[in-house]
């Protein structure tokens, strides 16, 4: 038997009414980073008659309040290997133990590490430590908020989503005192949907947090996303609100809302004055060319169904003229919302001419004439038959 199994049960196994502090005493003494340390902790685990949970916890207070930075880092190193994985003994140590030195990594900008120490917290043994579900689910946002933000830090987008995914039920079941929680959850949303493209799920999630600050980027983001008839019922939920529009009436935001709203065609210097308006009042981590790429995309796409409403066909570069764009780029989106069956349409690469379906509204007007024009006809001449 080790000499740190033997100083533990000789503990354990006596009478004394601070067997707690006695243990306390022996994990204290011991050299930061040790192999006692290890074994004396090892030890505690295996005794059924100590308070093996209370210890650990007040263990790990320990070291988070007395040791410095770099000695803590060793410590909660040791702890992880430790405790992993977790059992019903040590998981209530490890959750702290875990967030303590994820803490330590953030703030070294260590935002890699962070992510993969916080992964060790997904365990489903952990939920015996939580009073009750409601405690329980409010830790899932947190924990998966925070993995998400520091997915962000290092452009891992499509971890940062996952995360965000993994609480989006859970959100609307938060109590009214965990408001914040639930606001910092649905921000977080929104950066990550803004990096990767996903503008209606960031309009929308902005929508519900019913933020007046947030309302230019609401609008912007509205405009952003893909033509389709969710993006049409966004629109219109913007307008119910009593705030949104008006809080960005002097901006050029407020009258490309208003032609996308209502389908019509947008020119070259609406584009230009709305681009620059965006590149000067959005996220600044995001490069002027993603904003123009992504703008440039929905004011063709908006262009394009409008123009369907008005000609059978239209040129290339006729389209393209109108938001001063290049040709290739307009087909290439073009091309892109036709696959994506967004459209009714088809491009002569030959003849450089987009062909709209015939569903479109000069189509159905010069129907109604032909048969206004036949009827009439048809009235003529029963009239000059029966004279």
Request: hydrophobic content about 40%; aromatic content about 6%; proline content about 3%.
């Amino acid at each position: 038997m080790s000499k740190a199994l033997l100083s533990v049960v000789s503990i354990a196994n006596s009478d004394s009414p601070t067997k707690e502090d006695d243990i306390l005493s022996l994990l204290t003494a011991e050299a930061v980073g040790s192999s006692q340390l290890a074994s004396l902790i090892t030890a505690v685990t295996k005794q059924p008659t100590l308070p093996v949970k209370k210890i650990l916890l007040r263990y790990v207070s320990y070291v988070e309040d007395e040791l410095e930075p770099k000695a803590r880092q060793q410590v909660y190193e040791q702890l992880v290997d430790l405790f992993t994985p977790p059992t019903a003994l040590v998981s209530a140590a490890l959750t702290e133990v875990v967030l303590n030195l994820s803490s330590l990594y953030e703030s070294w900008q260590m935002f890699g590490q962070a992510v993969d120490l916080l992964h060790l917290l997904q365990a489903d043994v952990l939920a015996q430590d939580f009073d009750d579900e409601e405690s329980f689910t409010i830790f899932r946002v947190q924990l998966n908020t925070r993995i998400a933000k520091d997915c962000l830090q290092i452009d891992d987008y499509e971890n940062a989503e996952a995360h965000l995914t993994r609480i989006s039920q859970s959100l609307s079941s938060l109590p009214e005192s965990a408001s914040e929680l639930r606001s910092e959850a649905h921000k977080t949303a929104v950066r990550v949907m803004i990096h990767v493209g996903k503008w209606l799920e960031a309009a929308s999630r902005l929508l519900s947090l019913n933020d007046e600050t947030r309302d230019g980027p609401l609008v912007t983001y509205a405009l952003l996303a893909p033509s389709s008839p969710f993006t049409r019922n966004l629109f219109k939920e913007i307008r119910k609100s009593s705030h949104i529009l008006s809080n960005v009436m002097n901006t050029p935001l407020a009258s490309m809302f208003e032609k996308m709203s209502n389908e019509r065609l947008i020119y070259a210097e609406e584009y230009t004055q709305v681009l620059g308006y965006i590149v000067e009042h959005n996220d600044q981590t995001l490069s002027d060319s993603y904003w123009q790429r992504e703008l440039a995309r929905a004011v063709v796409e908006n262009n394009l169904v409008s123009a369907s409403k008005i000609y059978a066909n239209l040129r290339l570069s006729t389209f393209s003229e109108m938001v001063g764009l290049e040709q290739s780029s307009v087909e290439s989106i073009i091309t892109e919302m036709i696959r994506d069956n967004r459209m009714k349409a088809s491009v002569d690469d030959i003849n450089h001419t987009i062909y709209f379906g015939h569903d479109n509204a000069l189509q159905q007007w010069q129907d109604h004439i032909m048969t206004s024009c036949a009827m009439l006809e048809k009235i003529v001449d029963d009239i000059t038959f029966a004279s």
